[in-house]
Antibody, heavy 119, light 108 residues
């Protein structure tokens, strides 16, 4: 069965860095586009990064562009999110999610990893 | 950015009742790229509907989606106890994904 398991969250000071990982299993990882999506405590969902199956196409929203970097290692079935210059408002649960084939929806999600940015 | 607005913010209904949730976009959305998710406390979102009206794997047929352009609807034909949750719509366009703020369906 499809599994996505995030790791790497924790407490970091404003201006600091953190790298999240997502281990994928149960499907051919190299066939799928992937994303990171976050949810601040008690708030809604916000998309933060997107990468094509080969890694050649990457998108970010303005809120994180220039600070966050998405990458993947298809040989290791892993997705990553490097987060630099972190701000208090980046505090959230970060989910990795698999994009469906043609409909640009997210059909499988991990359980999430909590990132807290606080001094 | 294509902003999604969901209404109502909270819907208070009894089990067995019909729920109608609205999602309105600030710009037209391709019908292929409108999805709905359900989220329960402490859990990740679950895909319910993609491509406006196609149910995801394992989703019961009491869930249905419709709409076009800027107005989309999720209908739950008869609420089961496990359906009380928060529902989000999501769109893709212009290399960007956006989610609506959510509609909470709670027990009356």
């Amino acid at each position: 069965q499809v599994q996505l398991v995030e790791s790497g969250g924790g407490l970091v000071k404003p201006g600091g860095s953190l790298r999240l990982s997502c281990a994928a299993s149960g499907f051919t990882f190299s066939d799928y586009y992937m994303s990171w999506i976050r949810q601040a405590p008690g708030k809604g969902l916000e998309w933060v990064a997107y990468i094509s199956n080969s890694g050649s196409t990457i998108f970010y929203p303005d809120s994180v562009r220039g600070r966050f970097t998405i990458s993947r290692d298809n040989a290791k079935n892993s997705l990553y999110l490097q987060m630099d210059s972190l701000r208090v408002e980046d505090t959230a649960v970060y989910y990795c999610a698999r994009r469906t084939g043609g409909n640009r929806a997210f059909d499988y999600w991990g359980q999430g990893t909590l990132v807290t940015v606080s001094s | 950015e294509n902003v999604l607005t969901q209404s109502p913010g909270t819907l208070s209904l009894s089990p067995g009742e019909r729920a109608t949730l609205s999602c309105r976009a600030s710009q037209s959305v391709s019908s292929s790229y409108l999805a709905w998710y359900q989220q329960k406390p402490g859990q990740a979102p679950r895909l319910l509907i993609y491509g406006t009206s196609s149910r995801a794997t394992g989703i019961p047929d009491r869930f249905s989606g419709s709409g076009s352009g800027t107005d989309f609807t999720l209908t739950i034909s008869g609420l089961e106890p496990e359906d009380f949750a928060v529902y989000y719509c999501q769109q893709y366009g212009s290399s960007s994904f956006t989610f609506g703020p959510g509609t909470k369906v709670d027990i009356k």
